[in-house]
């Protein structure tokens, strides 16, 4: 409670979403992660892919569960924010990675690369606000 109350007290821009909205949105996501980014471990674990082409999408979840820890656990924006950036980078690279082999894995990633692309620009903007 004591987090929730501190991020409650932060300046944030206008246009940030209700507190309500990310737990539905992040359920959705993460039943496309599961599915996608299972396949993608499958097809590693299998060797139908490269060990390379995995390793984003093994480093973007990495990055994904540590944010809540930094951004609630330490409330620090500035490596919440840092994070998100590694999230956005290695979803990005995830997407071109697998493209080429299993193109509808890289289609359904463009959800979570537009709230990731969201949450990366509301958060930098968070940690300036707060600075």
């Known amino acids: 409670m004591n987090s929730y109350n ?20 992040w359920t959705f996501l ?5 599915v996608s980014f299972g ?6 674990w299998k060797k139908e892919i490269a060990f390379l082409v995995a390793l984003p999408f093994f480093l973007n979840l990495v ?3 540590a944010f809540t820890p930094l951004q609630f656990g330490l409330k620090s924006n500035f490596l919440a924010a840092v994070d998100i ?3 956005l980078s290695t979803l990005v690279w995830a997407m071109v990675a697998i493209y080429l082999h299993v193109r509808w894995i890289a289609y359904i990633q463009i959800p979570y690369l537009l709230w990731v692309s969201f ?13």
């Open 85 to 87: 950036l590694l999230v």
């Open 119 to 131: 949450a990366t620009v509301l958060q930098l903007t968070i940690t300036y606000l707060n600075r």
């Open 6 to 25: 501190w991020y409650l007290q932060l300046v944030k821009p206008f246009w940030a979403p209700p507190s309500f909205l990310f737990g539905p949105v």
């Open 63 to 65: 990055f994904n569960l």
């Open 39 to 44: 396949k993608v471990f499958w097809l590693a």
């Open 30 to 34: 993460y039943v496309l992660i599961a």
